[in-house]
């Protein structure tokens, strides 16, 4: 079973320039979780998908970020405009569509370096 | 609001021998669910083990076991027979009961494995 795809693995861009992250989940998973996770730090939730419908984005600071899913499968986040504290690895995670107890499964991260 | 504490930043442990890594949480929830999840230099965050707040029975995996106190919000991590291959970060994490999965993680405790 193939897991948690991400890209790009690294990004560098400077200050007040705009990045776009991709996720693709694993086959079948309905809900997708985007964590941000500053370093020395543990993952921070930013936004979470059921299918193609937010579940919880309180997290999220929407003046500069946003994200969608199309179609309930691959999401994008988009940072626009950055600032050196958005500095950080940024997961995708997925989950299956059953309640429970249920494990999440991290895709690799990417790591994004705001200078 | 859910916190997640872990007050060890470093331990480090023998190879072949037993180390417990710290966790306490806070909630006003009855029901709830907590890992423990093992991060790689690489990044890709792993599950060790999890725990259902209802179940008395200590979780076991293998060489990971956890000793759950639910009164005192404590949830800690026991590796045995440590490893080279256990040296990690790693995260304790409090999931709320409700269907959306959020997973509030504490920030982090790294294992050195020294052989």
């Known amino acids: 079973e193939a897991g948690v795809a991400q890209s790009p693995r690294y990004k560098i861009i400077e200050k007040r320039q705009s990045v776009a992250f991709w996720c693709n989940p694993i086959?079948?998973?309905?809900?997708l979780y985007w964590y941000q996770q500053i370093l020395g730090q543990g993952p921070k939730l930013l936004i979470q998908?059921?299918?193609?419908?937010?579940?919880?984005d309180s997290q999220l600071p929407k003046d500069r970020f946003s994200a969608e899913r199309l179609k309930g499968v691959d999401s994008t986040l988009k940072i626009q405009p950055a600032k050196l504290e958005d500095s950080a690895v940024y997961l995708c995670?997925?989950?299956?569509?059953?309640?429970?107890?249920?494990?999440?499964?991290f895709g690799p991260g990417t790591r994004l370096t705001v200078t | 609001a859910q916190t997640v504490t872990q007050s060890q930043p470093e331990m480090s442990v023998q190879e072949a021998e037993t180390v417990t890594l710290s966790c306490t949480y806070d909630t006003s929830e009855s029901d709830y669910y907590l890992f423990w999840y093992k991060q790689p230099p690489s990044r890709q965050m792993i599950l060790v083990i999890r725990q259902e707040a209802y179940k008395q029975q200590n979780a076991t995996e293998n060489r990971f076991s956890v000793n759950f106190q639910k009164a005192a919000k404590s949830f800690s991590l026991k590796i045995s027979d440590s490893q080279l291959g256990d040296a990690a970060m790693y995260f304790c994490a409090y999931r709320p009961p409700s269907n959306t999965g959020k997973l509030i993680f504490g920030q982090g405790t790294t294992l050195q494995v020294k052989p």
């Open positions: 086959s079948g998973h309905a809900t």
């Open positions: 995670a997925s989950s299956p569509p059953l309640a429970g107890v249920y494990e999440q499964y």
């Open positions: 998908f059921q299918n193609n419908g937010v579940v919880d």
